[in-house]
């Protein structure tokens, strides 16, 4: 009879004493460190540039016109500021990281140098100028994610890259006879293309923002513009390389 009542009291004190036991919540599923951050997706931005040109102006050929009496070299670099915009996107493996991106700065960067020649009644003044308007890439890059040491910044990338550039180019050259004020000359004002290679860091700042800067080297496709008047005739081999240092905002969606 003991035995029976002794059970009996177990039984219904049982579901009493196991709501009074603190509970214990059942795994949610895995979750992210804290701090942990995503490189992956589209993202767009703006950036401020300087750049810095190394143009420079060549003579090719003379025809009925003495050599000595045009330069046969001038040199047209040239430094500035510039600003635009710039989208991509970034797939992460791991500790790599590896994109596509495209971007468009505005500038009005340029230098013309002039010479005049030639002694007696007549003299040859030789003008020669370059200036880039616009500078555009479409390129790929691949990095590695590292800890970030400086506050404020979640995760630093550090990445190379290099690909197509586009650049609007107006280039002059001409050749007037003093004091007759004549004389032959030619221009090119078009996208000229040509390649970037380069490197660059890019620090989260948060989920969405981040910070870039990058310096990339590039080199435009050569242009020749022939002078040609009353049988007179010159040309000019145009060149255009140097650096361009970009550092920007990128916001993530």
Not at 37 to 46: C, E, I, K, L, M
């Amino acid at each position: 009879m003991k035995r029976l009542v002794l059970s009996l009291s177990l039984l219904l004190a049982g579901p009493a004493l196991a709501a009074d036991l603190p509970r214990v919540a059942a795994p949610a599923g895995p979750v992210l460190a804290p701090g942990a951050v995503s490189w992956s997706g589209f993202y767009a931005g703006v950036h401020g540039a300087w750049i810095g040109d190394g143009g420079e102006a060549a003579r090719r050929g003379v025809v009925g016109i003495a050599p000595d009496a045009l330069p046969a070299r001038a040199g047209l670099s040239a430094s500035g500021l510039g600003g635009g915009v710039q989208a991509g996107y970034l797939w992460q493996f791991g500790r790599g990281v590896a994109g596509l991106e495209a971007d468009l700065t505005a500038m009005d960067v340029g230098r013309s140098r002039s010479g005049i020649t030639g002694e007696g009644a007549f003299a040859l003044r030789t003008e020669l100028s370059s200036q880039l308007s616009w500078f555009g890439t479409v390129k790929g890059r691949l990095g590695v994610r590292l800890p970030s040491l400086v506050p404020l910044v979640q995760e630093t990338l550090v990445y190379v890259t290099g690909g197509l550039a586009l650049a609007r180019v107006e280039r002059a050259a001409r050749i007037t006879v003093l004091p007759v004020g004549l004389g032959p000359q030619a221009s090119g004002d078009e996208w000229t293309s040509g390649f970037v290679v380069g490197g660059g860091t890019e620090h989260r700042l948060s989920e969405r923002i981040s910070l870039k800067s990058e310096t990339l080297y590039y080199r435009l496709r050569d242009e020749t513009l022939t002078l040609a008047r009353a049988g007179d005739q010159a040309s000019y081999r145009f060149r255009n390389d140097g650096w361009i240092s970009r550092i920007g905002v990128n916001i993530r969606f």
